[in-house]
């Protein structure tokens, strides 16, 4: 009698959730929409840009995305992998502090520690440690005590890429971190990004208008054009024949 073999079947792996997703959402000021039904999907770990021309609507989704901003419709909805609330790092265009209130960099990167702390608790030495790091980690680390007024636009974004580390975030959400720095700045500030992405796994959404610097560094990308929202692979949102239709020009 022969012996019957069952086949095995391999088990199937549950698809990961998206760490973000955005539902139709509309986003605008006084409830009067800039950008009206978007929809997208930020896969965990991704690394996408989101372009489009000015005044299409990017700053004011992202501020929307990190809460800054009410919705006007739709919905945003987030998975992070051990079900607690997700956390953004959000760095924006522009920090502009106040010049009577000398703060270093080492405590503007302490700002990121606040959203953690319950009320009426004090930055603890730990707390201080942690933001020495993410100095450190963004090429800031020689800038902490400097008053951060007085530094160079380069300087200022990897301090406020610091502050943005520190909140330990599940999503890093830049506007233009590129916008207004040298040549020198805008490749230490990409490598640093890029670094981050690979070495941790850290999913990032990048506003940015650089073309060169958007296809060396992400994966998806996210672009405004006419009033709607379209996603796809770099490679495919930055061939020749798409560019030349959204930017209406003959590429050589």
Same mark, same amino acid.
């Given at each position: 009698?022969?012996i019957?073999e069952?086949?095995?079947?391999?088990?199937?792996?549950?698809?990961i959730?998206p760490?973000?997703?955005a539902?139709?959402?509309?986003?605008?000021?006084?409830? #009067?929409?800039?950008?009206?039904?978007?929809?997208?999907v930020?896969e965990?770990?991704?690394f996408?840009? /989101?372009?489009g021309s000015? +005044?299409?609507?990017?700053?004011?989704?992202?501020?929307?995305l990190?809460?800054?901003?009410? *919705?006007?419709?739709?919905?945003?909805?987030?998975?992070?992998p051990?079900?607690h609330?997700? @956390?953004?790092?959000?760095?924006?265009?522009? !920090?502009?502090l106040?010049? @009577?209130?000398? /703060?270093?960099? *080492?405590?503007?990167?302490?700002?990121g520690v606040?959203?953690?702390?319950?009320?009426?608790?004090m930055?603890?030495r730990?707390?201080?440690?942690?933001?020495?790091e993410?100095?450190?980690?963004s090429?800031?680390?020689?800038?902490?005590?400097?008053?951060?007024?007085? *530094?160079?636009?380069?300087?200022k974004?990897?301090?406020?890429?610091? #502050?943005a580390?520190?909140?330990r975030?599940?999503? /890093?959400? *830049?506007?233009?971190?590129?916008?207004?720095?040298?040549?020198a700045?805008?490749?230490?500030i990409?490598? /640093?990004?890029?670094?981050?992405?690979?070495?941790?796994?850290?999913?990032?959404?990048?506003?940015n208008?650089?073309l060169?610097v958007?296809?060396?560094? @992400?994966?998806?990308?996210?672009?405004?054009?006419n +009033?709607v929202?379209?996603?796809?692979?770099v !490679?495919?949102m930055l061939?020749?024949?798409?560019?030349?239709?959204?930017? !209406?020009?003959r590429?050589q």
């Open positions: 009698m022969g019957h069952t086949p095995i079947t391999p088990s199937k792996v549950p698809p959730p760490l973000a997703t539902d139709r959402v509309s986003v605008g000021y006084d409830g #009067r929409p800039i950008l009206a039904e978007a929809s997208f930020l965990r770990g991704a996408a840009g /989101l372009l000015n +005044g299409s609507g990017k700053s004011t989704l992202i501020k929307s990190v809460g800054i901003l009410p *919705l006007c419709a739709g919905r945003f909805a987030f998975r992070t051990d079900g609330a997700l @956390v953004f790092g959000y760095v924006p265009q522009r !920090e502009s106040d010049p @009577v209130f000398p /703060l270093s960099s *080492l405590e503007v990167a302490l700002m606040c959203g953690r702390l319950r009320p009426g608790r930055l603890g730990s707390q201080k440690t942690w933001a020495r993410c100095l450190s980690q090429g800031a680390g020689d800038l902490e005590s400097k008053p951060f007024s007085q *530094l160079s636009g380069g300087q974004q990897r301090v406020l890429i610091a #502050r580390l520190v909140a975030p599940d999503l /890093l959400v *830049l506007d233009e971190p590129t916008a207004g720095v040298d040549p700045a805008t490749v230490a990409v490598e /640093l990004l890029t670094r981050l992405h690979r070495e941790q796994g850290l999913t990032i959404l990048m506003v208008h650089d060169g958007v296809r060396k560094t @992400v994966q998806q990308v996210l672009w405004i054009h +009033g929202l379209s996603q796809g692979p !490679e495919e061939s020749q024949a798409r560019l030349e239709a959204i930017l !209406e020009l590429l």
